[in-house]
């Protein structure tokens, strides 16, 4: 793996990693994707066939086959919660970079979504904990960070490729 994102939902993951992976002339891997393609299933369809447990081990379970994958990983917004991820994401070998937003950012950019059973079960009061609960180990796992509420993706990715630059 080259780089590794993480963040709450809506914070843009999986479009800033597409962007990177296009202006990088890398692949791109989402993990959500991935969980979708090897069971057949929607994530709602995990969640409500196999509860929220059943859809972490799948993640687990996912991430770990991502181990020797070339290019940009982006996961869900609870991986970084699971200790067997932190650990796999410390010992990936790549930049683990963590996009934020504001809860106000997160809850307009996910307006009317209907593919995250999270927000649909949490609500606006509900989400603003649970991403209160994540921020420390968002901290954590991760080498950078950016914030994006005020980025386009592009900037978002431009962003990144600067700091990795700086970093290097
Ligand atoms: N920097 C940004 N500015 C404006 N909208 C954004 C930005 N990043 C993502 N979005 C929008 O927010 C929504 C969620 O983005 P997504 O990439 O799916 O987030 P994640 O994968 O982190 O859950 C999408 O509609 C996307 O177009
Ligand atoms: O935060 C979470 O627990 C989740 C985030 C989602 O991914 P995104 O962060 O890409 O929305 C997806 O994995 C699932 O709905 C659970
Ligand atoms: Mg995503």
Partial sequence: ?????????????????????????????????????????????????????????IEQQCLQSTNEFPGILGTGGGTPMQRNNQEFLGKAGAPVVLLSASIKTILARLAGDNNRPLVEKLGAAGLADLQAQRHDTYLN???????????????????????LKVAK
């Fill in 1 to 57: 793996m080259d780089l590794i994102l993480v963040g709450f939902m809506g914070s843009g993951k999986t479009t800033v990693g597409k962007l990177l992976a296009d202006r990088l002339g890398k692949q791109y891997f989402d993990l959500d994707q991935l969980i979708v393609e090897q069971t057949g299933m929607s994530i709602p369809q995990i969640f409500a066939e196999r509860g929220e447990d059943g859809f972490r081990m």
């Fill in 141 to 163: 796992v991760s080498d950078l960070q950016v914030a994006t509420d005020e980025l386009t993706p592009f900037e978002v990715a431009d962003k990144i490729i600067d700091q």
